[in-house]
């Protein structure tokens, strides 16, 4: 973020924390202290700081319509380094300013904030505005500088920066009762393709998507909800001989309730790797080249069986071109005691793969089933509160696989202690154990400690 | 130059009149729910039954937190940012989707079991067959962005 911007982000939030009449400030420091045992890695102990630090300023014109949203974080590694980006390091998550009207669901904001348009959330340095119109229909839009995250994969990471220069989108939808809502939005990500350049860049950082998005719900019972995003950028390096597909994702899902305490719900989603993966800043964990295709069909059953106690089954089909398919099939389970103030939760998961190839010619290849164990438990008691959870994974083939190290199984505990101090001061502890493939036994300590002051009503629970 | 002005002004004046006249004189989603939850995840219905959202036609059933919500929530989050937002707080989200952060999801959130993170202990194995089966659901968040640690081993 240039510094200019920071230094009207810190005025107006000077400023504006003067004259507000609703100010809202959060902090969470976590200290964690561990020792790593990856083997071919440092064994010294890691004992690093981190802090979030969140101010909500709201009714900055004395009504509820002009406010000041800052989050950002900082850390420092008093032991070993554990953060790629440096031994003291830090960002600002989102910093914007926001005017809601009364009217029309009209919504102003400029700053740092993220757009959830396209493929996943973007950060930008930019502003974005939205309003309903008359007979149903709304309209978006946005504009600003993408915030590109330093790649340090990337020997050319100013090519990053250049191609990444510009973010601007937006989005027409429309609404009607016992429809639900049809919408297409625009993206695009970048004014200077890496094909379109002088000297032609090998790898291109910009995309541009077409996505049309739907939510059906013409009466209460069923719910079909789903996008469909294409690539339509010009400039994309096709391989010589092929044509790939353009669709980059189909992702929809439909829920029936059957009845009080019944819910089925069905998924679809299919990607396509060339169309799917463009503009990624990792190309070489996420191929474009590999041209391949994953899809996967599922189903889920939610049962209310009583007020609180909600059972889950779920299967999930996936199909990818150079894995073949795997199945995931398991239950879930979660029980809320409000007058007990006790919440529990299970679940197990089998997962029935097809096999990886090796580079071991004695073990040509490697079976990916495993099965997936949960159980958790959450409780408060006046000023106390504590958790636990427990996670055990279970290996079908630790003798092949090279990531297992011979180890079948791993298990997970973490529990936890918490006590509130005061209404807006809570202070936890987390210590956690685990022994897996690569760690072998390791303990992780971590103090928690939650400061909050003003009129919040909102943050989620 | 005053004549094309003049010209200029009434033109944009005369646009954003027709612009306005646009505009939906209905008035906006609530900003806060006007009720304390409890914890746990919301059945809205169990209150609202089967009326609609004000400002969004939807029924209060479609936006119930069921498992397949909470695992699609990016669709409400893309067109419904105003009723997600009656309840949560901005930060709220960046909990898991800070475009770059310092601690896991899992382990900022080690004392809430009940959220959903897909980094829970021992994951760390278990992304080497998860990303065999389903690269796709690793790009959502690392594939642009907050993905320095992912380079520490894919080069």
Redesign the interface.
Known sequence: MKHRIRLALLATLVTGTAVAQDVTFSSNSFVQAWSPKTPGFSQNTAFPVTEYVGVDVAKLDGKDALSLHVYGWGMADLGEQTYIGGKNTGDLTYGYVQYDFKQANAQVRAGRFTVNQGLGPAPLDGFEARTDLVHGFMVSAFAGTPVVFKNYSSNDQNQVGYQQDFMFGGRLGWRAAKVGELGVSFLQDGLHPAQSLAVPAPVDYTRKQIAGDLKLVPVSFLDVTGRTVLDVSQNQIVAPNTSPSRIAEHDYKATAKLNEALALTATYVERNFFAYYAGTTLPNLFKQNEQGLFKATGASLVWTAVPGLQLVGDVRRTDRASYGTSTRAGVDGRYNLTDKHVLVGAGYHRINAGAAQSVNPLFPSYSLSHSEMRAWVMADRGPYTGSLDVIRLQYTDADNNPNLNGQSSETAVVASLGYKAKENLRVSGDLSAESNALYKNQVMALLRVQYQFGLAVKGGK | MLKKFALLSVALGLGLMVAC?????????A??HPQ?????RP?C?DCHG?D?VT?????F??FNH???FVA?H??A???D??TC?A?????????C???????LPS??L?????RVSPH???Y???H??DG?????G???????????????C??
């Open positions: 006249s646009w505009v939906s004189p209905k008035g906006s989603f900003p806060t304390a939850l409890e914890n746990g059945t219905s089967t609609r400002g969004s036609d939807k029924t059933a479609s069921t498992e397949a699609n990016k669709f989050a893309n067109q940012p105003a937002a309840c949560h707080a901005q930060s709220f989200c960046a909990d989707h800070g475009g770059k952060t310092a601690l382990v900022k080690g004392n809430r079991p009940d829970r202990t021992g760390l194995t278990l080497r067959i065999k089966i389903d690269p796709t690793c790009f959502e968040c690392h594939g642009r962005a907050n993905n320095e640690k992912c380079t520490a894919h080069k």
